[in-house]
């Protein structure tokens, strides 16, 4: 039993052998104990709808972050049964735990040293034999745990009844049968778990069982000399098997006392695999050293026969528990969609026509609330902001610097950014949920291994349609590091929401304005399009190049698992998505965007020798710009505006209106501001110097520039490299600039 | 603004330019690298690498094989030698280069340190095992001793590198095993590969490129004067008793070799609807992708089923244990499968 009240620094050192759950490790692991009576840990495959039974315990109640030093998600939540307070921490999905990528070990080492007070183990009910490969290495580390049967309306579907309580009888641990979609069972879950930790039931877990082989005698015998070395510890068995796996953070554990509490209290830091200086046990070490050699003598065959091992018990027993109806399964809804979505001829046309309604409906929705936030956040709250900034008795500058130049980059960020963002993920992880981005990935992985490449990217890429940084991010589930690269630099090649405003407007001024009005509205769409496909070719391109230059090297493997198509949780995705985009660019806005506001209000009033800082810059950068086809005023903006594309337009017509000294347009120097219709921005830019060259070039330096600052901050979270992240913004914008180079001068040429 | 023609001609030549310049691995800058490397303590290394290995193999080592494998002139090569008795590394004893136990233990480090990187390579990355020696050629003197440990415990210090040649302990002692060459078997015989002699370099690739990995199990079918004719993995291979020499191999006894000799087709050739019970995963899947396959559920004995081909082709996607995995085709290339066991959908397993 354990009632801490404080973590496990406050308890004297004896106390640590009665407590359940190790609190000092979970201190280490980010897990704040301070509330709670016990902790639940939730393991699983991936794809066993394992978070929806997270949410479906928590509520409401969680919250997310990352786990320790690593980039792996994590959520944690909290439930209480009666008088009792439970913690709930989602482990990473992993398929198991014996091998050494980071999911696993975490989810390892958080139940092998955390000690939770009960392991949850959620289970594919139409998929047993391989989660029950991962029940039972869970069984092997700890012997409080629950199985929760998960998705058995589906297994159902599919002709398949488990037999849970044969189940619960050869697992020894208790099984739950669960609809987490629909909350069946999850009480019973909740009751089972509250007697699990308090002990009122005791399980008896299954151990791996002893079959003819050679390897058992050297298990048997090391486990031996573990349990000698160490009285009292309860996973003898297991610490042999992972020491003749060679498994490094055991032996560690092993020889500074943290698995089995020999010296409690001493400081190896937890899930980085580094050592303090601390004093080693000799017993330990001599342990250590044996399994050494015995390994040695096993060679490489014994982790293949453990995995077999593992496997052949797990489908005796799925084998016992499943019954299968005598009629068979029902009419197969799952082939006959997939017949229609990855067939040969209509797999393609059904990929375009999703995305293509994606985009549309996140386009056309975002249409009135943003012009409702912009006159909401602009239109009624800045007059009033300048009102109060005159009640206060602000000198000019500060309510300019403020009003003008801060918020308004801030309001003007979150109105365009805000209504596309959140219509365009909850769509994404509407269709993510349900299944058919993995199957994107299955059908694109083709074209992008050609190209080097991952066929994950695929999705890494398509989340970079909605908005770039949170494609880089996204690229944590491709493992190998140098296609993950490749997938974080190309990812500013996919056109994100903030980019498209500005494509529009100049698609229909430079482009729709060649052709008859009749024509005009499908002319700049189809060039708006070619613009974003002409990003998918470069990402193919550039992948291309950096896996033949310096990202080269052999393709990985890909091995991707294909879910079942599953109805996704709608309004819950709704919600959900909403809450985290809206927070997120709520976050961005006032991290990146407002700083770039100050800056470019101060360029337009700060005046050295007559002229404004900004008209200095814009007629030094006019002769590069205009060698590109572009000139000094878009440069200029795209440097001040790196924080935010967004906000691209609204600066380069004010710098227009400034440097070509155009009266009676716009609220005056360094104020962004943005026209009503498309024929007025055309007159501006005309009178500014532009031509339908400038116009197709900015598409194209919008399309290939470098990313904006909150994906260059995201790059170099996520690589740590500052090598890389230079590389990923330098590589596109001198891209740019050789494409714009290149188109103005042929351009000029006829 | 000058026509823009001579823009484009001057853009284009600045380009090629800056790609003689700056090629990663091939450009002007890298070699100069690759140059600077090539002072000092780099050669100084090779050296004492190269004495270590006549010696292990019990041949004279004489300033003139240095200097060729060097690669450089007779005058550098008497510099680095005697750079090496100063540092009292070597010593010169009637013509022959030996090593001394201080010396000894300097190659030990750096040959660990190229095989520890070797293993890295082939285990945790995808690259060709054509190129796993020239690398660790350049990675091994770049190696400090801490970070060749921390290598070593973050592999599960491996016995052997990818060639079979054994990794010496931190503690300078190399577990040595009796060699015996392929050349030596009697036709057959059955046998698994247990080393492939990464020098002559040329040899190596050849014995790639004919598919031998370590692990493959072969029989030995017939033998002529300047020819061996094998089977291993359902093919015949014909090799010259120059390329036999450089392949170890220990003998199977005679029961054990029948049932990994006999899959004749792998996962890669099942067509629609056929389902096959998988027999082995080639030991050519290395480290963390074998792992991988088999927490999948892709373990000997397990039934799969073909479900569909990638629309862009290189995969299929297999029925395994009541879930669906996509694979690549080099990936299911390396499980093998009984077929005998193939099996229509609909008909008897």
Partial sequence: ?750 | MPAPLINLIVFLLGGALAGIVFWPGRGLLSRSRRGRMLASRVQLEDALKHIYHHEAREQTCTLSSLGGALETTAARTIAVVTKLQHAGLARVVDGRLVLTEEGTRYALEVVRAHRLWERYLADETGVDPQEWHARAERQEHALTRAEADALSERLGHPRFDPHGDPIPTADGSVPVDPVVPLSALEPGERAVVTHLEDEPEIVYAQLVALGFYLGMVLRLDARADQRLVCEADGRKIVLAPLLAENVSIQRLPAGEADVMVSVESSLADLDAGESAEIVRISAACRGLERRRLMDLGLVPGTRVAFDQRGLSGGLSAYRVRGSIIALRDEQARLIGVARSQRVKAGEQA
């Avoid at chain 1, 190896?268 to 070490?285: E, F």
């Avoid at chain 1, 375009?352 to 956040?377: C, D, E, Y």
């Avoid at chain 1, 991010?473 to 490749?486: F, G, K, Q, Y």
């Fill in chain 1, 1 to 750: 039993m354990s009632d801490h009240e404080q973590p496990s620094s406050a308890c004297p050192p004896a106390a640590c052998a009665g407590c359940q759950h190790h609190a000092g490790n979970l201190v280490k692991l980010g897990v704040n104990m301070e509330r709670f009576d016990y902790v639940v840990a939730l393991a699983g495959n991936p794809n066993t709808g394992k978070s929806t039974v997270f949410n479906a315990i928590t509520g409401l109640r969680q919250h997310t972050g990352n786990w320790p030093g690593k980039t792996v998600a994590r959520a944690e939540g909290g439930f209480a049964l009666g008088e009792r307070r439970f913690k709930l921490v989602d482990l990473p999905g992993t398929y198991s735990l014996l091998s050494t990528t980071v999911d696993e070990e975490i989810a390892r080492n958080f139940i092998l040293f955390a000690r939770p007070d009960v392991t949850v183990v959620v289970v594919d009910a139409g998929n047993l034999e391989r989660n029950l490969n991962l029940a039972l290495q869970v069984l092997e580390i700890t012997d409080r745990a629950v199985v929760c049967l998960n998705l058995i309306d589906e297994a159902r579907r599919h002709g398949r009844t488990i037999d849970h309580r044969r189940l619960a009888r050869d697992l020894g641990v208790p099984v739950v049968p669960t609809v987490a979609r629909t909350r069946e069972g999850i009480d019973e879950l909740l009751t089972t778990i509250e007697q699990v930790a308090t002990g009122e039931t005791v399980c008896k877990p299954r151990r791996l069982g002893k079959g003819a082989r050679k390897v058992e005698q050297t298990i048997e015998s090391l486990a031996l000399d573990v349990e000698q070395a160490f009285a009292g510890v309860s996973n003898a068995r297991w610490i042999a098997i992972r020491l003749l796996d060679g498994d490094a953070r055991i032996e560690a554990a092993l020889e500074t006392g943290e698995l089995t509490d020999v010296a409690p209290g001493i400081a190896a830091a937890v899930g980085d695999g580094t050592l303090a200086a601390v004093a080693v046990n000799p017993a330990a070490r001599a342990v250590v050293e044996r399994a050494r050699s015995l390994r040695w003598d096993l060679g490489h065959g014994f982790h293949d026969e453990l995995t077999e091992a593992l496997y052949t018990e797990a489908a005796s027993i799925a084998d016992r528990a499943t019954i299968l109806d005598a009629e068979g399964p029902d009419f197969d809804l799952d082939r006959a969609i997939d017949r229609l979505v990855t067939g040969k001829w209509t797999g393609f046309p059904v990929m375009i026509a999703l995305l293509t309604v994606v985009f549309w409906l996140t386009i056309a929705g975002a249409n009135v609330p943003s012009g409702l936030l912009a006159q909401l956040l602009i239109d009624k709250t800045q007059p009033l902001l300048h009102q109060f900034g005159a009640w206060a008795h602000f000198p000019g500058w500060l309510s300019g610097f403020l009003f003008d130049g801060v918020y308004l980059a801030t309001a003007w960020v979150i109105s365009v950014m805000l209504p596309p963002m959140a219509i365009f993920f909850p769509l994404f992880t509407l269709l993510e949920d349900a299944g058919y981005l993995a199957r994107v990935s299955f059908n694109l992985d083709g074209l992008f291994k050609r190209a080097g490449a991952h066929g994950k990217q695929a999705l890494t890429m398509s989340m970079g349609f909605g908005c770039n940084a949170a494609g880089v991010v996204a690229t944590r589930i491709i493992d190998s590091p140098r296609e993950r690269l490749i997938a974080i630099i190309t990812n500013n090649f996919a056109l994100c929401n903030g980019r498209w405003p500005t494509q529009i407007l100049i698609g229909t001024i430079f482009i729709g304005g060649l052709v008859p009005a009749h024509l005009a509205g499908f002319v700049s769409a189809g060039a708006v399009v070619s613009v974003a496909l002409l990003g998918v070719v470069f990402t193919f391109a550039v992948s291309w190049l950096l896996s033949r230059t310096v990202l080269k090297g052999e393709p990985s493997s890909f091995s991707l698992e294909i879910p079942p198509y599953r109805p996704p949780r709608f309004w819950r995705t709704l919600y959900t998505s909403l809450i985290d985009r809206t927070l997120y660019v709520l976050w961005r806005a006032i991290v990146f965007a407002a700083p770039a506001g100050a800056v470019i209000w101060l360029s337009g009033n700060i005046h050295i020798g007559g002229s404004s800082v900004a008209e200095h810059m814009v007629s030094g950068l006019d002769p590069f710009g205009l060698l590109l086809g572009l000139n000094g005023v878009i440069l200029l903006a795209y440097i001040v505006a790196i924080p935010a594309n967004e906000i691209i337009i609204p600066t380069i017509l004010m710098f227009t209106v400034m440097t070509a000294g155009v009266a009676g347009v716009g609220p005056g120097a360094g104020v962004m501001f943005e026209l009503d219709s498309a024929s007025d921005v055309s007159r501006l830019l005309t009178a500014g110097g532009w031509t339908t060259l400038t116009g197709i070039n900015l598409m194209l330096f919008s399309l290939l520039h470098n990313p904006c600052s909150t994906t260059i901050y995201t790059i170099w979270k996520e690589t740590r490299s500052a090598r890389w992240t230079v590389v990923a913004s330098v590589l596109p914008l001198l891209l740019g600039f050789v494409v714009c180079f290149v188109v103005s001068q042929v351009w000029r040429l006829f």
